[in-house]
Each structure stands twice: as structure tokens, then as C-alpha cells.
């Protein structure tokens, strides 16, 4: 059968721009279905991307502020929001052009509008663009078509004052008070930006701990910072109701059970950051027998086939976690499974970075994951306390933990938490990949004084052998492997 197209990929995002141009390279013909005007998709104008640059304002109003425990003392800051969303905004179109350049180039055809499969081998583009109505047939289709942001009811989401993360990154204004319903990875970035823009931040969290699906320890250190910065941070909380009203948002909470609610209280704005729910209610997926969960995720295997073997989905349509990250190394394997190659997403660990500050890196497996398994760990764990790079940054909260297999040494996971924790995990992830254990990681010399150093040191903590700690009660592994 003749088709319109080799490969058809549903979505630009960073998994769907990363499949369509390694089809082409493959020598594919490639059609790429975008409904936003131009390429990214929603990490990189309304997510990772705009959010990122907002961060490191935050980071850099951050450094200037602590600069006043050192003896150096500026000035309040003053802001022109209007040159700040230029800055933003000028770095979304930077990268956006770039992929429109690289699509050209490649000689991937880009159509404009929203796209549903209508059969096994049919897709329909409905929208603007001049696109609108028209019916692709193609070998091959790649669905990457993302997630978008969960609601919880008792909220009025159609006041301009209740945002989600998409309006919260247009950054409006700077309300005097902010309160975020959500104490994930996404509010608890975006109160980041708010509090060093000078809001009253407030975080409410439905369960009784931060930024769940990481060791607690490695998030005591942002906690403990945040809660001396915010106005409050309410845990095993929730939103009971919202009452607007010209003078504002009037929040009301039910807390822990056994204990009395938080007192009501006004805001300027909410941001709901609850979680994300992905799009497989909206692909017309039951129209080419492509399988759904009730949760909208579309199961695939090592090759990222769904259960129709010619159909592949990636990213956060494809499961958890749903990271931009993930997503591109999905959509590269698709594409090359389609261009008949053999390939498998089989990664030891996926990190992941909660950009705040301090940042909290992870990677693999976790103490408290360790222990739902009945599965024994050991750590070695080096306080930042002890590192001449950050007290010269004046920051000394940081951690970084490493978790062993205790019998053969084998790295299984790792956790950073502090200034470019984000860049550091990189070395614990391969090393997890490459199968090191704890001495391949002592032994590689580091660069000193450097943060990168934590992880050397940590490695050693765990044998034993480390001399910027005194540790009594560890014996050398080394000496007890001699005398066994």
C-alpha cells in the first residue's frame, strides 16, 4: 500500500522533534502534525525551557541576597516585568526557530493542527494553519502528543487570579501574596521564581511530605531553607473551598486528621500545580485499536510499540516519569525501530532534578524505594558541610548520597541536594549505567575544590577510606576484604 508519508509523528515536543528528525536521518520520509504554530510543544513554551530561564533570575537574586552575610551589600532589587518576559520570551523563539530551521533541513514536512487517528494506517488534522481537514496515511506513527496540567474540584479556575503552570510562566504580575496548591517538583519551582520576585509564598500539600518519590532526607535541606523564606508551608493539607472576590482569593483548608485546619486565609493569586494528567483520551486512539489505560497512558514495550505493532507512543503519553528527558531517548528508539534498526529503551535509571533552591537531584534506586522492596542497601553520604567549594559559595546544606548493593559495592541509585545539584547527577547516572561500584568512583580523580567532588567523597564514606571525614566506626572495606 502507498502512503502519504513513512513515518507520521503526532506532537513536537522534545520526544516528537527528536523521533521525526531521526527517521529522516534514517532516510524516512517523515511528516511531523504540530496545533501549536510553531515547534517545541509544552516543555519549551509553556515548561522546561521558560521555567528554566525564570529559575536562574531566581538563582542569580538568590547569590546577590546572600552576598550580605559576606560583606558585600547591594541595593534592593527593582524589576521591569515587561524586559523580563523579553528575556524569556526570547529564549523560547531562540530554540523554536532552531527546530524549524533543523525540520527544513531534514526535509521533515511540518502540518499545523490537531491530529487523531481515524484507523490503523489514517490520521486527521483538524485546525488552523490552511491544514485544517486534511487526512494522512502513513507506514508508521509515533505518538507523542504529552500531557496537560490535573485539576482538583472547589477551585473557580475561570478567575484570571487562578493560575496553572502555563500562566504562572507568563508572569503577569507579582502578587503580594501567592499561595500553590501542590508541593511537587513544578510548585514547588515556580513558588522559587515568586518568593525571589518578592511574593508571600504559602505551599499546600495534600500529603504530609515534599516533593514525594524521593528520599526525604535529600528534601529536608530545601524544606528547612523554604520555611524559614515562605510564609508558611501546610502539609497534610487541602483546599476545601475558594471564595473570590474583589479583594481577593479567600482560601478555606482542611487539615490533618485529629488536628484543627489552618486558618482561612487571602490571596492575590492561587497556583494549582497538581500533577499532569496524559493525553491518550484525545488521540483517537480506539479508532486504529491502539490500547488506553483508564489513567490516558498507552502502554508500550522495550521498543515503544503500543499494542499495535506499527503504532509507537513516547514521553509522558507512555508512563511515568514524565520527563522531557525520557522522552527524547524514547523517541529516538521509535524512530529507529520504524526505520527498521534494532533498538530498546532499557535505561538503568531516568533522573530526575527539581530545580529549586537549593536543586534536589535523583537517580535509580532510593533508600525508602529499598525498603518497599524488602531489598538491604547501604549508603555513603557526604554533608557539603565538609566541602571547601561550598563554603566558598557560602552554601553548606547540600548532601550527596550514594546507595550500594552492600555485598558487591554496585551503585544502585544516588541523591544530590544543592546548588547545580541538576549537573552533578549526570556522573551518578552513568556510573549507574556503566555498572561501577563504589571504589570506580573513589578512584576517579576530581577536579578540587569542585561540587563534583561530593560524589568521590561519598563513594569513599561508604569503603571507608575517606580522609575529609572522620568516620571511627567504619572499618576500610578494603582492610576487611584482606583479612577475609
Known sequence: MSHDTDVVVLGSGPGGYTAAFRAADLGKRVTMVERYPVLGGVCLHVGCIPSKALLHLAAVLGEVEGLADKGVVLGEPSFDLARVRGFKDGVVSRLAKGLTGMAG??????????????????????????????EITFESAILAVGSRASRIPGIPYDDPRVWDSTAALELREIPERLLVVGGGIIGLELATVYDALGSRVTVVELLDRLMTGCDADLVKPLERRIRKRYESILLGTKVQAVEASDAGLTVTFSG??????????????????????????SIGAEAAGVRVTERGFVPVDAQQRTNVEHIFAIGDLAGEPMLAHKASHQGKVAAEVAAGEKSAFEPVGVPAVAYTDPEVAWVGLGEEEAARQGRKVETGTFPWLASGRSLGLGRTEGVTKLVFDPGSGRLLGAGIVGPHAGDLIAEATLALEMGCDAEDLALNIHPHPTLSETLMFAAEAFLGTITDLYLPKKRARAAVATEQ
Not at 111 to 121: A, D, I
Open 105 to 134: 533541513k531534514r526535509g521533515v514536512e511540518v502540518v499545523q493542527g490537531t491530529g487523531r487517528l481515524t484507523g490503523p494506517h489514517t490520521l486527521r488534522v483538524e485546525g488552523a494553519g490552511g491544514d485544517g481537514g486534511r
Open 256 to 281: 490533618p486528621e485529629g488536628k484543627p485546619a489552618p486558618e482561612p486565609g487571602r490571596f492575590d493569586a492561587i497556583l494549582v500545580a497538581v500533577g499532569r494528567r496524559p493525553n491518550g483520551d
